[in-house]
């Protein structure tokens, strides 16, 4: 039996079992699923065997990270990636990947045990990814697994518009509410100033080192809802509330988006969510709503992983509609994970933008909530 590590909500261990479960390309070995999911539970978590793992990591070690600036060549490693994702991916996670398209389907994914790079150099103190990061171990398994639920893209105010983005402190930018900090970060969905259809569906955390211990914690957002008052979820549904550009956006002043709602309806029974770290209210009724809501959020229940503490890297990856997120303090010591964020809409994105393919790097500002006719309207 596998005695992956299983945290609950407070960083308790779980009693729950590792159940093996057959079939995967390659080997015939068993991968383990944790059967560990309460009704509430968000996240399905997986540990790979070992000898998935090395088999994936010396398909890895042939592949090398391109330059970001090189659009053509991120395509190309990207196709790369994705084919030794589909070869060494075990057929239960690759399904489970793939059916957080579909109503539902899985919210989030916490996977132990992947490749990691033989020898990292020490976490970067700019954002961004070091000259002495001598192989693409971990760019190659993040940005080849999270393609089997969307494409890799970002937005050009942040880090760069780089696709794999560094997350570890910055010294100069420690105090700041946004990746770059060490001080707590409240739950959030990344980047709600953006309009739904041009916001990260999904979200991917590479955990490569994580010396303080600092925990990743995640929230279902429907039964988070669920368990509102009514009154409450209706005030919410309205458009009545404004939401400030994340600190990570490179933005010369605070850039607040036109008044809109924090549930929205999906069409599928469930409901998505825009939550930034700093919002107020378009009236004094939506302002009591989002000081409710904003009580309700540090009392709910939420489940935590610690990604980058154990001897494999770790991944990370939920939705960023139906899941919302937050982090513990980074308290001394090194911590850096890679980032991805993903879409099925990059075609429709860049029709918004005017760009074409090989683009994967937008402006934020074309595409946040109150855009109009090539203006921006109702910021503040
Ligand atoms: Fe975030």
């Given at each position: 039996m596998n005695s992956s590590k299983n945290l609950l909500p407070c960083g308790r261990k779980s009693s729950i079992l590792d159940v093996p479960i057959p079939g995967?390309?390659?080997?015939?070995?068993?991968i383990h699923e944790t059967r560990g999911r309460s009704r509430t539970s968000a996240i399905r978590r997986f540990t790979l065997p070992d000898v998935v793992r090395k088999a994936w990591e010396t398909d890895a070690l042939e592949l090398a990270y391109p330059?970001?600036?090189?659009?053509?060549?991120?395509?190309?490693?990207?196709?790369?990636?994705?084919?030794?994702?589909?070869?060494?991916?075990?057929?239960?996670?690759?399904?489970?990947?793939?059916?957080?398209?579909?109503?539902?389907?899985?919210?989030?994914?916490?996977?132990?045990?992947?490749?990691?790079?033989?020898?990292?150099?020490?976490?970067?103190h700019d954002g961004v990814r070091p000259i002495s990061k001598e192989t693409s171990v971990s760019e190659t398994v993040l940005v080849g697994i999270t393609n089997f639920d969307g494409e890799v893209f970002a937005y050009k105010e942040e880090k760069d518009g780089r696709p794999v983005q560094e997350i570890a402190p910055v010294p100069r930018s420690e105090r700041k509410a946004s990746n770059e900090g060490r001080a707590v970060l409240g739950f959030h969905i990344d980047d709600s100033i953006v309009m739904p259809c041009?916001?990260?569906?999904?979200?991917?955390?590479?955990?490569?080192?994580?010396?303080p211990l600092t925990p990743t914690h995640v929230l279902d957002v429907n039964a988070f809802h669920a368990s509102l008052p009514a009154w409450l979820q209706e005030q919410l549904a309205r458009a009545e509330h404004c939401l400030c550009a994340p600190e990570s956006f490179a933005f010369p002043t605070e850039t607040w988006s036109a008044p809109t709602s924090i549930f929205s309806p999906t069409g599928d029974g469930r409901v998505e969510m825009a939550l930034s770290i700093k919002m107020r209210g378009d009236n004094e009724r939506a302002q009591h709503a989002l000081d409710v809501v904003t009580s309700a959020l540090e009392r709910a229940p939420f489940e935590s992983v610690i990604l980058g503490a154990g001897s494999g890297a770790d991944l990370l990856y939920f939705s960023n509609r139906f899941v919302a997120h937050s982090r513990g303090m980074i308290s001394t010591g090194a911590r850096w994970l890679q980032r991805v964020f993903t879409t099925p809409n990059l075609d429709k994105i860049r029709k918004m933008t005017g760009t074409m393919a090989p683009t994967r790097s937008f402006e934020a500002r074309q595409l946040m909530m109150g855009h109009s006719g090539g203006a921006c309207t109702r910021y503040s």
């Open positions: 995967f390309p390659g080997t015939g070995v068993p330059d970001p600036s090189d659009r053509n060549g991120f395509e190309r490693f990207e196709r790369e990636a994705v084919a030794v994702a589909a070869k060494n991916c075990p057929a239960e996670i690759t399904a489970a990947m793939q059916s957080m398209k579909t109503p539902g389907g899985e919210v989030a994914l916490y996977i132990q045990n992947l490749p990691r790079d033989p020898k990292l150099p020490q976490p970067p041009a916001r990260p569906k999904g979200l991917g955390l590479y955990g490569l080192r994580n010396d």
